[in-house]
């Protein structure tokens, strides 16, 4: 079955700096997603992107996060700043097409990030 | 009121039992809805989709919707240990963004 592949499975980093988070989404999928999850809590939606922008983002999702498809395969998340709270499990996901359509999504395995 | 409640267990079950777990949720909003199941150190696997009220089966696992009272559940016929796994419920409206239950985690003896 195809799958969604993410690196790093675990980046540890320093407060303040900046971490690109990687994602390989599935091949012809169209619709890509961040989620996160700090430990002991709910997974919590990001961001979702189509067609080269940014179609919906939450909350969490402030000027210090920013995503990107720099080629045909990437899907990246950058942070541009990290603080302490930034420190959880960040999911990739995609889908062929949006989720309101009754359409699955593939998450990858997750980048365990921790801010030190 | 949360928006999406659900129990977090654990849960513990002989081999062989039937399994519900279920959310509660206070947005009527929600249209689609879903379990996932998470192993350790993985992400969430898609197990069961729900378009508004009613039941849905796939093989030991069935989910049921009950728009009226905002609950939804999964039941495990016959469960086995593989079953063993955090179990996720989600849903969402007219959008792209999930929102999850903070899992339930499943622990099924042998």
């Not at chain 2, 519900?20 to 379990?35: D, R």
């Amino acid at each position: 079955e195809p799958e969604v592949t993410q690196t790093p499975s675990h980046q540890v980093t320093q407060m303040g700096q900046e971490v690109i988070l990687r994602c390989v989404p599935i091949s012809n999928h169209l619709y890509f997603y961040w989620y996160r999850q700090i430990l002991g809590q709910k997974v919590e939606f990001l961001v979702s992107f189509y067609n080269n922008e940014i179609s919906e983002k939450s909350e969490i999702f402030d000027d210090q996060f920013s995503v990107e498809r720099p080629d045909g395969s990437n899907f990246t998340l950058k942070i541009r700043s990290t603080k302490l709270e930034d420190s959880a499990m960040y999911f990739c996901a995609s889908s062929a097409r949006g989720q309101a359509t009754n359409e699955k999504l593939f998450f990858g395995s997750g980048t365990q990030l921790s801010v030190l | 009121q949360k928006e999406v409640e659900q129990d977090p267990g654990p849960l513990s079950v002989p081999e062989g039992a039937i399994v519900s777990l279920n959310c509660t949720y206070s947005n009527s909003a929600f249209q689609y809805f879903m379990w996932y199941r998470q192993y350790s150190r993985k992400g969430p696997e898609l197990l069961m989709y729900t378009y508004s009220s009613g039941n849905k089966e796939d093989g030991r696992f069935t989910a049921q919707v009950d728009k009226s009272s905002k609950y939804i559940s999964l039941f495990i016929r016959d469960s086995q240990p593989s079953d063993s796994a955090t179990y996720l419920c989600a849903m969402s409206g007219a959008t792209n963004k999930l929102i999850f239950g903070t899992g339930t985690l499943l622990a099924v003896q042998p």
